[in-house]
């Protein structure tokens, strides 16, 4: 009666697979286990949506750039119309990417930043060109009862 007992142990067949390649006891059929997940990073995320394509027009042509590089020349184009806060941006980004990114320096050449009277500043004469923009449009708003003069670009050298 041993020998049929071990002769049905030692049967391999459907559902019975051989002794020698079933899991042992104690052992993971999974030692390493499932890999940690990747920590999200909000950083990646705002980076992938940055870098992502944008297509625009440019003297009638239609220009496919990255986002980012979009958002520069869209301050470019505000920080050339008298927009004080999107050269400022312009200012930051550009210490922030020789500092962090980019290696390579720029010289930035200022014009037309010499006081207007002696003992004036810098910060004295950035304040008082924010504060004539301010007043401009403010001209320019109750000049307008539209809606639509509102989105129109201000004219720097409108003097009214």
């Known amino acids: 009666m041993e020998q049929q007992s071990t002769m049905n142990e030692d049967k391999v067949g459907y559902r019975r697979p051989p002794k020698r390649s079933q899991f042992k006891k104690g052992v993971s059929g999974n030692p390493k286990g499932r890999p940690k997940r990747k920590p999200f990073s909000i950083a990646d995320a705002i980076s992938g949506v940055l870098d992502a394509a944008a297509t625009y027009r440019e003297n009638g042509k239609a220009k496919t750039v990255s ?82 003069s509102l989105l129109r670009p201000i004219d720097p050298n409108d003097t009214e």
Not at 73 to 84: K, P, W
Not at 110 to 122: H, K, M, N, R
Not at 133 to 142: E, G, P
């Open 67 to 148: 986002r980012r590089e979009l958002s520069a020349h869209n301050h470019v184009r505000l920080a050339l119309s008298g927009d004080v806060r999107s050269a400022a941006a312009l200012l930051t980004l550009l210490t922030h990417a020789e500092r962090y990114g980019e290696l390579r320096s720029r010289k930035i050449f200022v014009v037309d930043w010499l006081p207007d009277y002696e003992g004036q500043t810098g910060a004295q004469k950035t304040s008082e060109f924010a504060a004539e923009q301010r007043a401009r449009v403010r001209r320019s708003v109750t000049k307008s009862s539209t809606s639509s």
